[in-house]
């Protein structure tokens, strides 16, 4: 195998892996369907190491390791998008197991998964509403229904402008671009 071909196989892997635990999918869940994918596709080994906000792959062939870092930032709420990131690297992973997929088709399915979330202007108020539904249920009067309306949208609000800065919560900001990727080391085998 090619340098550049375990070069793409690596930033194929961490861009999905990465993907699959922005929108919330289980850590086991990315560690197997990674190593899957990477044996499917010819790799010797795959390792990967996930914390809460960052994770790190190496990939081994022939004694040649290449290692790379991704940073894993939260996005938007949307359920129906949840379900789509999560099964659809499944079911290229399936494909490529049996040898209908190779890379190019694996790359160009990856790239076809597009992230959406509901605008702004629409998720605070639902936020609102059902923490103030909540609040109607657990025998809240309508005072403190509209006061859980109104601190619960107030702080949906917030997170979201938070996230959109890319802000840590000391408050200090992550410049966007800063992402580690690409970033390639040697091992010995």
Known sequence: MYADTQNEITRQGVGVAQLLLVYGADSELVEEFRQRLGYALALTSVEISISSNSLVLTSLVHGR?????????????????????????????????RGIYGLN??????????????PKRYLVPMIG????????????????SILTFCASSVAMFVRL?????????????????????NRHDSCDG
Not at 73 to 96: A, F, K, V
Not at 105 to 118: A, G, L, P
Not at 131 to 136: D, E, G, K, Q, V
């Open 129 to 144: 509403l059902s923490c103030a539904s909540f609040c109607h249920l657990f025998a809240g009067d309508l005072t403190a």
């Open 161 to 181: 402008s938070i996230a959109k800065h890319h802000l840590n919560i000391s408050g200090s900001q992550i410049p966007p671009g800063d992402n580690n990727e």
């Open 65 to 97: 390791c290449i290692t790379t870092t991704r940073r894993i930032r939260g996005h938007g709420i949307n359920m129906n998008m949840t379900m789509t990131i999560i099964c659809e690297p499944q079911r290229i992973c399936l494909l490529t197991e």
């Open 105 to 118: 088709q694996v790359r160009e399915r990856f790239s076809r998964i597009q992230s959406r979330t509901y």
